[in-house]
């Protein structure tokens, strides 16, 4: 059984206000992922803030769960509602993550998980005080995305350990990897871009139109 965690219980801090529930080609961002994914896998949960868990609309079968103050507060509550021996999670702010994608970091095989990465393509600087100090070699540096899917009794176990710990991590690939797991990585894909920033929602829909286009039979 795989379950699916849609995460969206930001508070939007870079973006200036909850950017999930921002419309993007007529729909809240969130519903843009819940609307094409919640059907594909044995259950779904949608993690929202608190304030807006009752007034949320979701389609029939979705569960929905509070969030809690850092992303992996909502993971975490996420993952003790889960049913599934495997969890899928996701950023609803990335909405055009292929179902392929999801399918092959799905598929763990010697992992304990897996996620989807890219290869950074430009040369990266550390800068400190509006200034260069040092230009970091790229090669063997990859720039993770959602989805990432993981054994769910090995995350939750990483999770209860980092919480004891005080620990915050980034994405959940980063808790395994501090107790030792294995996590596998596939190829990503460019236009599984991640909504932060105002301006990113006119690359959305640029991206957005160009995928429908790439689909619309000639």
Same mark, same amino acid.
């Given at each position: 059984?795989?379950?699916?965690?849609?995460?969206?219980?930001g508070e939007g801090r870079r973006f200036g206000r909850k950017k999930q529930f921002e419309r993007l080609f007529g729909k809240p961002i969130y519903m843009l992922s819940l609307e094409r994914l919640h059907k594909l896998f %044995?259950?779904?949960?949608?993690?929202?803030?608190?304030? %807006?868990?009752?007034?949320?609309?979701?389609?029939?079968?979705?569960? =929905?769960?509070?969030?809690?103050?850092?992303?992996?507060?909502?993971?975490?509550?996420?993952?003790?509602?889960?049913?599934?021996?495997?969890?899928?999670?996701? %950023?609803?702010?990335?909405?055009?993550?292929?179902?392929?994608?999801?399918?092959?970091?799905?598929e763990l095989g010697e992992f304990h998980g897996k996620i989807c990465a890219i290869?950074?393509?430009?040369?990266?600087?550390?800068?400190?005080?509006?200034?260069?100090?040092?230009?970091?070699?790229?090669?063997?540096l990859w720039l993770s995305q959602t989805p990432q899917a993981f054994t769910k009794k090995v995350l939750l176990?990483?999770?209860?350990?980092?919480?004891n710990e005080g620990f915050f991590a980034t994405d959940d690939a980063m808790v395994l990897e501090r107790y030792g797991y294995k996590v596998g990585v596939?190829?990503?894909?460019?236009?599984?871009? =991640?909504?932060?920033?105002?301006? %990113?929602?006119?690359?959305?829909e640029a991206i957005g139109l160009l995928l429908s286009y790439a689909k619309t039979p000639v």
């Amino acid at each position: 059984m795989i379950s699916l965690i849609l995460l969206a219980a930001g508070e939007g801090r870079r973006f200036g206000r909850k950017k999930q529930f921002e419309r993007l080609f007529g729909k809240p961002i969130y519903m843009l992922s819940l609307e094409r994914l919640h059907k594909l896998f %044995d259950e779904t949960l949608l993690v929202l803030p608190e304030e %807006d868990l009752q007034k949320t609309p979701v389609p029939e079968g979705v569960k =929905k769960v509070a969030g809690g103050k850092e992303r992996q507060d909502s993971v975490f509550n996420a993952l003790i509602e889960a049913k599934g021996q495997v969890v899928v999670l996701h %950023d609803c702010a990335r909405p055009f993550a292929s179902l392929e994608l999801f399918k092959k970091v799905c598929e763990l095989g010697e992992f304990h998980g897996k996620i989807c990465a890219i290869p950074i393509r430009d040369t990266v600087k550390r800068v400190a005080d509006s200034m260069v100090v040092q230009t970091i070699d790229r090669r063997g540096l990859w720039l993770s995305q959602t989805p990432q899917a993981f054994t769910k009794k090995v995350l939750l176990e990483c999770h209860f350990k980092a919480r004891n710990e005080g620990f915050f991590a980034t994405d959940d690939a980063m808790v395994l990897e501090r107790y030792g797991y294995k996590v596998g990585v596939v190829m990503g894909e460019p236009t599984n871009i =991640k909504i932060t920033y105002p301006e %990113d929602m006119l690359l959305a829909e640029a991206i957005g139109l160009l995928l429908s286009y790439a689909k619309t039979p000639v």
